[in-house]
């Protein structure tokens, strides 16, 4: 596969073309292995878009700090505005702590809302949970994104056996289909969606097979009160052995949009035009 790559001027970010067209998401009824919300596997037509290679660094989100990423309510919803007001967030949570500022380190402890405000900031978004599933996974339905052999030293960050995050791109053994490095293990990612098990199961009702995204409107509608935590993907450098599935491209966690924990992070999307 050709991979077509660029360089983001605003934060130096390089980023991946996914092209347009179908990728089976979630896994089978039948799977012994699978939860409730990986189901059922589905066929997908997703618009091509761009993702980051990398998760967000500590270098890059500098930038955003710099530009006063925090004081600027332009970047931040309405709600994560508040948050920010109410607890006075002014940087991740381990920014600057030894062993968790390197430069090329994925930043870490950071909220939905700061994740959002980033990429905002960057013109860009967070991907959605579809895309960020084919960006992991391709095209051929594989387990996790080296393929169906379990996680091991060699392709990611996990198990504590570090005991903290990575300099990205550590691990090119467990790289994607498309390029993009830890997208197991190392950093979990936030991505746009908020989380609803039955999700996959109404794609399939409704005939949601395009583009789906489980965003503010949608939510609303299924009844906002019982929906509140966003969709956190691909496990990152504390996710236990006994709990590797998480790795996988079709296992979610959730998380309510303020957490910060330290393995909160990020990549970012745009839509290809």
């Known amino acids: 596969m050709t991979l077509e790559t660029r360089e983001d001027p605003v934060d130096a970010a390089l980023m991946v073309l996914v092209p347009a067209g179908p990728f089976l998401m979630g896994l089978a009824d039948g799977d012994l292995l699978a939860e409730d919300h990986e189901k059922p596997q589905r066929t997908v037509e997703l618009s091509a878009f761009w993702i980051d290679v990398y998760p967000v660094t500590n270098v890059r989100f500098a930038r955003f700090l710099a530009a006063g990423g925090y004081e600027d309510p332009r970047w931040w919803t309405p709600e994560g505005w508040l948050w920010r007001c109410r607890t006075r967030t002014g940087r991740p949570l381990t920014w600057e702590e030894p062993g968790w500022d390197g430069p090329d380190q994925p930043v870490a402890g950071v909220s939905w809302y700061e ?124 996710t236990p052995m006994a709990f590797h599935e998480v790795l996988g491209c079709t296992r979610k966690v959730h998380w309510p949009p303020q957490a910060r924990e330290a393995w909160n992070g990020f990549r970012t999307a745009t839509a290809a035009t």
């Open 115 to 238: 994740a959002d405000a980033y990429a905002r900031w960057a013109g860009r978004r967070l991907p959605s949970d579809a895309e960020w599933e084919k960006a992991a996974r391709g095209s051929d339905g594989r387990r996790y994104p080296w393929g169906d052999d379990w996680p091991g030293n060699d392709r990611a960050n996990f198990d504590g056996r570090v005991g903290r995050t990575t300099p990205t791109g550590l691990y090119p053994a467990g790289a994607s289909p498309y390029g993009c490095h830890d997208m197991a293990g190392n950093i979990n990612n936030w991505t746009a969606d908020w989380y609803w098990p039955p999700f996959g199961r109404l794609c399939i009702q409704t005939g949601l097979l395009r583009d789906p995204c489980l965003d503010d409107a949608f939510r609303q509608q299924l009844g906002a009160g019982s929906i509140t935590d966003k969709v956190d993907r691909g496990g990152g450098f504390a």
